[in-house]
């Protein structure tokens, strides 16, 4: 059991490595363009704590059948988490007994195993990135979502809350 268990966390790392490499490229590109993800509007970083603000404005009301769109930006963190489902399918993780706290602690200690491979001085920023983006497609798996996304995608969320508050990110919801 404990073998499934190191081999487990290992394809975790593994997986989020990918997407930590591939995101820095993805903001590679952005940054050649000048342009700033839809999220990264109103987030503010001070010298000694960063605020997140996780409140949206109220949605103009549409009819009864609600329509979503993706933003590239989304379809990178819903990748994400079709990853995790992949990597975990929901038998597997029934049969280890995780529940959405202890994967999500799971998903906090992949952030701080890793943080060494994100300068210092944009491990917030990094965080905070991840924890909009995380947040931002909620409502979409929420509605569109099988259970195992939104199984994956609250215990990211989870993992994603713990790091920021440890980085000293004030969150509220």
């Known amino acids: 059991m404990s073998l499934i268990y ?17 995101r820095q490229g993805e903001q590679a590109k952005k940054e050649t363009t000048n342009k700033k993800p839809p999220h ?7 010298n000694s704590s960063a605020s997140l603000n996780l409140k949206q404005a109220p ?3 549409v009819s009864k059948l609600k329509k979503h769109i993706i933003t ?5 963190w819903i990748g994400l988490i ?6 975990m399918p929901s038998d597997f993780i ?6 959405i706290e202890s994967l999500g602690r799971d998903h906090f200690n992949e952030y701080k195993a890793n943080e060494s491979r994100i300068p210092k001085e944009k491990r917030k920023e990094v965080a905070l990135d991840r924890l ?5 497609i909620q409502g979409y798996i929420k509605e569109k979502g099988s259970k195992a996304q939104n199984f994956h995608l609250d215990a990211s969320i989870k993992g994603a809350s713990l790091y920021a508050s440890l980085l000293g990110i004030e969150i509220t919801s």
């Open 6 to 22: 190191f081999v487990l966390i290992a394809i975790i790392i593994l997986s989020f490595i990918l997407a930590v490499l591939y």
């Open 40 to 46: 990264a509007k109103n987030t503010k970083l001070t």
């Open 59 to 61: 949605k103009p009301k």
């Open 72 to 76: 590239e930006d989304q379809k990178y």
């Open 82 to 87: 079709d990853s995790r489902v992949k990597v």
């Open 94 to 99: 029934k049969t280890i007994g995780l529940d």
């Open 132 to 136: 909009q983006g995380l947040k931002s």
